[in-house]
């Protein structure tokens, strides 16, 4: 059974930094792609960025420069590299695991909260 752990969350102020990884376990073809998407407070769910097995990333537009999307597929953990963030990117940040390049697989991570604020 395929599991997801999300880690890397919390609080941080402004203008700061924060790095997510997201772990998976099971049976994992490390074709698969995978991406983070994020839930604000009364808002649905988006996507944040999504890699392909090759390496290939589809971003937000609004996004753009200030989060990058990495993998290792060796060890089957996706990252999340977010900079300059803002209190609008307070969220709940879910992976993703399996569809393409454009669209999610049925595959879901808990989450993990990050807070913008000083």
């Known amino acids: 059974q395929v599991r997801l752990v999300e880690s890397g969350g919390g609080l941080v102020q402004p203008g700061g930094s924060l790095r997510l990884s997201c772990e998976a376990s099971?049976?994992?073809?490390?074709?698969?792609?995978m991406g983070w998407y994020r839930q604000g407070p009364g808002k649905e769910r988006e996507l944040v960025a999504r890699?392909?097995?090759?390496?290939?990333?589809n971003y937000a537009d609004s996004l753009k420069g200030r989060f990058t999307i990495l993998r290792d597929n060796a060890e089957n953990t996706a990252y999340l590299e977010m900079n300059s963030l803002k209190p609008e990117d307070t969220a709940v940040y879910y992976c993703?695991?399996?569809?393409?390049?454009?669209?999610?697989?049925?595959?879901w991570g808990k989450g993990t909260l990050v807070t913008v604020s000083s």
């Open positions: 993703n695991l399996g569809g393409g390049l454009w669209n999610p697989g049925d595959y």
């Open positions: 890699i392909s097995g090759s390496g290939r990333t």
């Open positions: 099971g049976i994992i073809p490390s074709i698969n792609a």
